[in-house]
């Protein structure tokens, strides 16, 4: 990659001209019409941010600390799968440019790369561990210990999956399976022998929640909590965070932006925890919009994937790079001296 990309869209059309057209679609599209996909960067434009004026902030600040794990700003690598569909060396080369951008890495159970190895090529790495609960609690507890052994340092449990998203890109380009030689690394038990599938099972309830605090010592942050009832319900079950997330328009479509979902939540809570959140974020503007509303941090997916796919490591740095750069200019031009001096009279609805 050797193109100057300023931008997160210049990565987005780098990454479409190199994928094979089925593996963009997978990445790039979600469930039905694709409503909430385009419903997630849509929202942020509908976002004005009014900035202060002589404030003598001086240059800003924007490390934050989540459940313990220091990140250098305030973006962390959202849980996506398949990796190595956009880079032979896959989740190993985003944990590399995590380790670079000093950031966390949550990562995906799907993920084409195993946990371990993952840690292996990215000593420096801060890594999290997202997991979809399965019926089969003994598999579900191996998985667990799996990321424990490996070093991460929280689960994300995604919990917005009772089912598998319609998605109607990959029906018409037929893509149901990874290509030969490659496979769900942590689906395998012990890391050898067939590969289980991902069982997306409407019996999952609270009652898993309670039996994975049980389980393990880990931080539980629940990911894909999108109504106020269920995010106070999240507290009476004692997890450590919350993560509003449609799943990028990719499970249940016509669900409403995450940052127009986010205020909800963070009233709900009542900073009782910490609140995430990831959908739509393409610019440093949106990282500030989205903590003026009370996000503690977010999470960028697709981004990563088209820094992987345009220039492999090299790419995600770049992009993680930019996005830090557009948090610093963002915060200075509000004229604030770190995020936490954000607040919502600082956006304005268009």
Known sequence: MTAVLPAIRDFEAAARDRLDPAHYDYFAGGAGDELTVRANEAAFARLALLPRVLRGAGSPRIEVTLLGSRAAMPVLVAPTAFHRLADPEGEKATARAAAAAET???????????????????????????????PDMAFTEALVRRAEKAGCAALVVTVDSPA????????????????????????CDGGAGPVRPIVMSPVI????????RRMTRLPIVLKGVTHPADARLALDHGVSALYVSNHGGRQLDTV???????????????GAVPVLMDGGIRRGTDVIKAMALGASAVAVGRPVIWGL???????????????RDEVEHALTLCGLASPQDLDSGLVRRC
């Open 309 to 323: 796919a345009a220039g492999g490591e090299c790419g995600v740095v770049r992009v993680l790079g930019l996005l």
């Open 164 to 187: 598998r998203g319609r998605r109607d890109r990959d029906v018409r380009n037929g893509f149901d399976d990874l290509p030969a030689g490659m496979r769900c690394e942590n689906l």
């Open 256 to 270: 409403p932006a995450t940052v127009d979902l986010l205020p909800e939540i963070v009233a709900a809570v009542g």
């Open 205 to 212: 309830s609270w009652e898993h929640v309670d039996m994975l």
């Open 104 to 134: 966390i890495m949550i990562v995906s159970m799907a993920a084409t790369v195993a946990v371990e190895d993952v840690a292996a090529a990215a000593p420096g790495a801060t890594l999290w561990f997202q997991l979809y609960v399965q």
